[in-house]
């Protein structure tokens, strides 16, 4: 009985030992528990404001690109005004510069016009008409081509006398007049027998007269002779 009373005696101390620390893990859980959950709580709550944070920055980044985009829409609206007022200035100008350009080609046209006009009117003011004596001169000259002799003629138009005829020592065939028998052409009535020594010169207006240039086809009556202007002014004012 004594062994008896000792192992109930030992039993209860041992359920009374396990019931305090099975009090006590209970406590300990608990408290884990709650750091757990307040731990769990505060993370949940930074979540909670870094996605709401989040948000804001969303939210307004979504405003900036509405924004911009507005601001690009009134750009792109500004460019295509802009173009059209370009576009506009490019016709104008181009209008302007044509008309301009047609009335200063129409000036320079009337001023050349008016440049050549004047310059052949000069030119025909200094060219004079040939002499009376020479229209009654072509039968006679071409009279004396026979009996003539050939001078040549230097490049502007002025013939090349021989040394005889600068002198004036030269043949009498330019101021004798031929024979009809021996020039075998008949004089023409009412016209005189062209004589390069007995012509008649008139001095004062021999100084106007005018050369024409030389052509360079040759004639086929009077090829070899010098002009009528040339010969007056070489052996006309020797008589």
Same mark, same amino acid.
């Given at each position: 009985?004594e062994?008896?009373?000792?192992?109930?005696?030992?039993?209860?101390?041992?359920?009374?030992?396990?019931?305090?620390?099975?009090?006590y893990?209970?406590?300990?859980?608990?408290?884990?528990?709650?750091?757990?959950?307040?731990?769990?709580?505060?993370? %949940?709550?930074?979540?909670?404001?870094? %996605?709401?944070?989040?948000?804001?920055?969303?939210?307004?980044?979504q405003?900036?690109?509405?924004?911009?985009?507005?601001?690009?829409?009134?750009?792109?609206?500004?460019?295509?005004? *802009?173009?059209? *007022?370009?576009?506009?200035?490019?016709?104008?100008?181009?209008?302007?510069?044509?008309?301009?350009?047609? &009335?200063?080609?129409?000036?320079?046209?009337?001023?050349?016009?008016s440049?050549?006009?004047?310059?052949? !009117?000069?030119?025909?003011?200094?060219?004079? $008409?040939?002499? $009376?004596?020479?229209?009654?001169?072509?039968?006679a000259?071409?009279?004396?081509? &026979?009996?003539?002799?050939?001078?040549?003629? !230097?490049?502007?138009?002025?013939?090349?006398?021989?040394?005889?005829?600068?002198?004036?020592?030269?043949? !009498?065939?330019? &101021?004798?007049?031929?024979?009809?028998?021996? !020039?075998?052409?008949?004089?023409?009535?009412?016209?005189?027998?062209?004589?390069v020594?007995?012509? $008649?010169?008139?001095?004062?207006?021999?100084?106007?007269?005018?050369?024409?240039?030389?052509?360079n086809?040759? &004639?086929?009556?009077?090829?070899?002779?010098?002009?009528?202007?040339? %010969?007056?002014?070489?052996?006309?004012?020797?008589?």
């Amino acid at each position: 009985m004594e062994c008896a009373g000792r192992a109930l005696g030992f039993w209860a101390y041992q359920s009374t030992q396990e019931i305090f620390y099975q009090e006590y893990l209970g406590k300990s859980l608990t408290d884990k528990y709650t750091t757990l959950s307040t731990q769990m709580d505060k993370v %949940i709550h930074n979540a909670n404001s870094e %996605i709401s944070t989040l948000h804001e920055k969303v939210s307004e980044m979504q405003a900036q690109h509405e924004q911009v985009q507005k601001r690009n829409q009134e750009l792109v609206d500004l460019y295509r005004e *802009k173009s059209k *007022k370009l576009d506009q200035m490019t016709n104008l100008y181009n209008l302007l510069k044509a008309r301009t350009m047609k &009335s200063r080609m129409e000036t320079a046209a009337l001023e050349n016009v008016s440049e050549t006009l004047n310059s052949m !009117s000069h030119r025909n003011a200094h060219v004079m $008409p040939p002499p $009376p004596s020479a229209r009654s001169v072509p039968n006679a000259s071409k009279s004396h081509t &026979s009996k003539t002799p050939s001078c040549p003629f !230097s490049p502007g138009g002025v013939e090349q006398l021989h040394r005889n005829q600068r002198s004036g020592t030269g043949s !009498s065939r330019f &101021s004798r007049p031929q024979k009809n028998a021996k !020039s075998g052409v008949p004089t023409p009535v009412g016209h005189s027998v062209f004589n390069v020594r007995t012509a $008649p010169v008139n001095k004062s207006t021999q100084p106007h007269r005018t050369r024409l240039p030389h052509s360079n086809r040759p &004639s086929a009556a009077a090829s070899h002779l010098p002009p009528e202007e040339d %010969i007056l002014a070489r052996f006309g004012q020797r008589l």
